[in-house]
């Protein structure tokens, strides 16, 4: 006797598939079986409309000059008891780098040696870091705030990301996968760092 389903050789007297599981008694409706975790994926959504892009070039020490633009605060949209959008202002952090020079953020940026957005993309801040060792890549991590906490996302750089929190190990960022970073953290860029204060 063969599996409906799977076509696997059944023992005789079996009632149910040991290859798919499936009813050796019931008629199959469908080849196709149901995804056992539809719900597991937890999507973080963009967390403020894009506004003006600064230009804030970083190294070498005593070259830190910052944009003419202002951005204003950005918001993070939570809805109100009418259900309306109010907005939330977003979180002060500051940077800073490994030469001594620290950066005032707020809102979403990216950060490396060349750091250039998509087409379709608006930062409040660019953070261009002059590393003449080239192991920073152009663009080498986005950060942004969810909830009013800060994160970064390593945008497949050549070197990686890495954050260290004490008393926790270091990890090692995927790329492409937002990581929240507490006050206090260190994030290795290649051979530069940041602290997050």
């Not at 059944?10 to 080849?31: I, N, V, Y």
């Not at 497949?156 to 006050?183: D, I, Q």
Request: glycine share 10%; with cysteine.
């Amino acid at each position: 006797m063969n599996c409906q389903i799977c076509s696997a050789h059944l023992p005789e007297g079996a009632m149910f598939c040991g290859g798919c599981g499936s009813s050796t008694t019931a008629t199959p409706l469908t080849r196709k079986r149901a995804d056992p975790r539809p719900n597991d994926t937890t999507i973080i959504q963009p967390v403020a409309p894009r506004s003006t892009v600064i230009s804030v070039p970083l190294w070498p020490a005593g070259s830190l000059q910052a944009g003419t633009a202002s951005a204003p605060a950005s918001t993070d949209a939570a809805p109100d008891r009418a259900g309306t959008p109010a907005p939330v202002v977003a979180e002060r952090y500051t940077l800073q780098f490994s030469t001594g020079e620290t950066v005032s953020v707020r809102g979403t940026g990216l950060i490396g040696r060349r750091p250039l957005p998509q087409p379709t993309e608006r930062f409040d801040h660019l953070i261009q870091i002059t590393d003449l060792g080239m192991s920073v890549s152009k663009s080498h991590l986005e950060f942004g705030q969810h909830a009013g906490e800060f994160w970064i996302n390593d945008r497949f750089s050549g070197n990686g990301t890495v954050v260290r929190r004490a008393p926790a190990p270091a990890l090692r960022c995927e790329p492409g996968r937002r990581y929240l970073v507490g006050r206090g953290s260190r994030v290795e860029i290649g051979d530069q760092f940041f602290m997050v204060l």
